[in-house]
């Protein structure tokens, strides 16, 4: 038997509320029927009824969460569904980690669903643990749960053609699902040629006038809203915005009345997170996002569209939406304007309650996916003949990705290269941590560290260790916390040690939200404690492995020059 | 080599309009560049370029006119796509019918797309020309410019689940074509059965409340403004959109200011015509329709977005948007407060250059689908032993299909019932013409002819030949003259004699829309001199025998009550 409760229903469908008669049965809205309300008419819900929100793109690793512990979060801001790019541990652990991932997430009440990612490995210049080949991809593209090929970062591949590539493409268009985007920057004649691919989506517009052209050309613009990178000042920004409509003023083409109404239209598609660290989560997820674009002045309703309908619509979810015959997904708020989320609700379950979730995360028993031996200092150190020596050098910078090239003078003991942290030039080195036990060192400028190390078993995107450290004694010690952990990230120094262990490919904790939040915490003020200037250490540090994005970076296999997109010594001559 | 020219784009994507230089080559558009605009700033176009108009709804037959010929005045108001629900060919010549509608369609550089009819014939209580079952549509479904299983008007069926009716739905599910819904008036559980077979548009909405309704269960809107149904006024009316508004500010819960924003907003999905007569086709289509939802206060590119990229997104069509990659199809209008078609382009190539249209239709060889032999005035007479007779009679009314069920007393003359102008009582019969030679007799109510007969080949849904007169003779030389011209229209009297050849299924005439339409005006002002008060007789008339519209009608097998769903005798006891 089904339950039955009058409530106000915010309508997608028509951008507007009315009153209803709601019947839930076998998880269903089995019916809704508007009622007319009077003086005496009493409506049991308080609040109001929204279809859950849906974010349609985000690498659940990010977390450092399972996906079951991601949803236990999740579902107090109000999301009932995510499409989860597991591209993380897909680097990891190909097939084996996505298949974990969807299990993991069956595990509970709630919708995960998963695109397919295209670029495992993000280049060549790394040892990572999988490949996913076009017959991976189409293995993949057939499982119910997979309901688009993840984002394409490769974009110089689909330009030129790579048949891998285009065979993974060809493909997501043989099985009918979307294409998901990723070009930052990709503008003119490359970007059509990127489009020709039918590649739908786009979330790396960092600016208004970068989110336009792709609009313009047949894009649907996913506003990122995550723990890195937050695009939605731009994107939603209200000075640009009038800038843009002032603009098209100037033609006389559009009367100005009907300009002025568009002030509010969020002009783009969809919000999503991409990345959401678990300190972030557990303060809000797209509830707050859709605040935040209220607060910007875009239509609210407009914005919960981009959460609901609008990507439910794109990816062909049963959800978004609250009509007759739709999957119970549904939230209830206070109100439009405080938005607390005061209960979810899953195929027409409370799985949270207003203050407790109602559901449990289970336990996972992770195999140990660091294969590599335990560490010693001379690992760490790189040795010159003679007194001082010139070194190509990583400068960072706080909050960004890209990096510079620059060189240092280093001085030499022992027929070893020193750190200087008066120049603030620290040692960092990447530990392959897959059974072939290399290691690539080298040097970086910007962490501001004045003793210790740092290391981290999230590197981007093939996840080997990562380490930046005073000394070489002090980074064997951090690197072999992580391996006795099965993965993690970890603090050392002289007075200090502490960790945070991620046994599940080295991603991601057993842990809940709070407890990985809050020992994440610690970590970082430890950092800070140390010297360390930048904001989100291990984040950054993360992204130093990256080689995709320029301009001097590491992997395992050495310095890497990304704007020449090939290995460089450390050692200047 | 492509052709490349400045002009202002209005962008149906971002609701905007920006000048770009434009570039088409091979049908395409190669390449759309932003340009900005300064003093000395030369933009080719004069006017605005739009995306062409695309008419997602509409059965090319009430035209009269060949696709060919159709697409030959469309292009003369922007329309350069249309979704054609071959139904009414279907029902004379089935499979080879449809098939002579996608070769004649080839034949011009105009996108015609298609539906399978999905209810061929209407009833079983009449004699159609085909029959179309489950493999039929399956046939039809895998053809690529067949984009949707046709409307879908057996709704009885539906809820009662036929077999054959279901699984017609279940293949174009199969075949991932969308279904088109037709259920005026279905509301409640109902509507929500119905809805369960992602039956997913609905055209025939006639009030706001019964389009809101469906629109807040899932359906896309198709506003229709045709010749005879004309919706626009209910769905945009200024007033009752207040009211909505009024209603939802009562809640409390949507911001008044926003609420007021969404004064000009249409709510609904597409603008279809269904049906267009020759007569208002020379006068406008689409453009038309958009012009009129502007002076109903609604956002003029919100009307233009219901007749692109909406429909275009829907059915999967390359039409409808101005991007690089996408056919090009576009047009040029003046300015969006007057409205005028400028130019039409297809595929790059202009096809219409605001004065002509640049090809020509095809002279069709039609083979006769008029297979009944000339008839005798006592073909149309019902005998009775009698001075006076009581018969059941139809009434029907101008404008409406809908008819009413009422009784008459008669005199006889001869043995023969005889018409009486005096109460309005005229001879209706139906004459079967796919080779049974079987003829129905009735009375009809209403049509106010002193004299004479007028006669169609033209009769929903099967399309037997309709007369209506005031006696026998003048039925049978209208009829004859039908079967002489191979189909088509007729007005016999004493002293005139005219008729409108339609030899193609005998619907369609081989001739332009304005000789068509001048032909048609002729024969109605015919009628109108013999007495007719209806305003489009003939349009009236081949509604007489559309047995699911109630109350009384007509088909080749007798009189019909629909509302019991059974034939009934003309003369009362």
């Known amino acids: 038997m089904g339950v039955s409760f009058t409530a106000y229903i915010l309508d997608v469908l028509t951008d507007s509320v009315y009153p209803a008669r709601i019947t839930v049965e076998d998880g269903v809205f089995k019916e809704i029927t508007p009622i007319s309300v009077c003086e005496d008419t ?13 974010d349609a793109h985000i690498h659940v690793e990010s977390s450092m969460l399972t996906p079951a512990q991601f949803a236990k979060v ?24 996505i298949e974990f991932m969807i299990d993991n997430a069956s595990s509970v009440p709630f919708n995960f669903y998963f695109s397919a990612p295209s670029c ?121 915005r009038i800038t843009y409509l002032k603009n098209q003023d100037s033609f006389g083409i559009i009367p100005t009345e009907v300009l002025e109404r568009r002030i ?43 959460v609901t309908i609008n990507p439910a619509t794109h990816y ?48 996972i028993k992770a195999k140990n996916t660091i294969k590599t031996t335990k560490k010693n200092p001379e690992d760490f150190e790189i040795y010159y003949e003679g007194e001082e020596c010139e070194v190509n050098t990583i400068e960072c910078f706080n909050t960004e990705l890209l990096t510079q090239k620059t060189t240092a003078k280093l001085k030499c003991k022992n027929g070893k290269i020193q750190s200087d942290t008066n120049q603030d030039i620290l040692k960092i080195a990447v530990v392959e941590r ?8 080298a040097f970086i400028k910007g962490f501001g560290l004045k003793k210790g190390a740092i290391a981290s078993s999230i590197a981007h995107d093939s996840h080997n260790i990562i ?61 800070s404690a140390l010297g360390c200037k930048i904001d989100n250490p291990f984040m950054t540090m993360a992204f130093m492995a990256l080689l995709v994005i320029p301009s001097l970076k590491i992997s395992d296999k050495g310095l890497f020059d990304c704007d020449a997109f090939e290995f460089i010594d450390v050692i200047k001559n």
């Open 42 to 54: 009493v409506i049991d819900v308080e609040g109001l009824m929204l279809p859950g929100f849906i």
């Open 74 to 97: 999740a579902v107090r801001h109000g999301t009932t569904s995510v499409i989860c790019d597991p591209h993380e541990i897909a680097n990891v652990c190909g097939i084996e980690g």
């Open 120 to 240: 495992v490995p993000a280049t060549l210049f790394e040892t990572s643990g999988a490949c996913l080949d076009s017959s991976d991809i189409e293995f993949l593209l057939k499982k119910d749960e997979v309901v688009a090929l993840g984002e394409m970062m490769n974009f110089p591949s689909v330009l030129n053609g790579d048949v891998e590539v285009i065979r993974k493409l060809e493909l997501a268009r043989l099985y009918g699902k979307p294409i998901d985007g990723h070009a930052p920057l990709l503008s003119g004649k490359e970007l059509d040629k990127y489009l020709e691919q039918c590649i739908v989506t786009d979330h790396e517009c960092t600016t208004f006038t970068e989110a336009i052209e792709k609009k313009q050309k047949g894009m649907k613009i996913m506003v990122r809203d995550g723990s890195s990178a937050k695009n939605m000042e731009a994107l939603f920004d209200f000075t640009q």
């Open 264 to 306: 509010h239209s969020p002009i783009f598609d969809f919000i999503v997170t991409d990345d959401k660290n678990s300190k972030d989560l557990i303060k809000g997820h797209l509830n707050k996002s859709i605040k935040k674009a209220a607060e910007m002045e875009i239509d609210i309703i407009k914005a919960i569209e981009m």
């Open 316 to 363: 062909g979810l049963d959800a978004g939406v609250i009509v007759t015959g739709a999957k119970a997904d549904y939230i209830i708020i206070d109100n439009l304007k405080d938005f607390n989320i005061l209960k979810t609700y899953i195929s027409g379950k409370c799985v949270f309650d207003g203050k407790n979730v109602l559901f449990d995360a289970p336990q």
């Open 434 to 441: 897959y059974g072939q036990n290399q290691i690539a060192n």
């Open 467 to 527: 380490v930046i450290g005073h000394n070489a004694e002090m980074m064997a010690q951090a690197v072999n916390k992580i391996i006795d952990n099965k993965g993690g990230i970890a603090v050392a120094s002289e007075n200090f040690k502490d960790s945070l262990p991620l046994p599940i490919a080295g991603l991601m904790s057993n842990e809940d939200a709070h407890t990985v939040a809050s020992k994440l915490e610690i970590l970082q003020k430890m950092s």
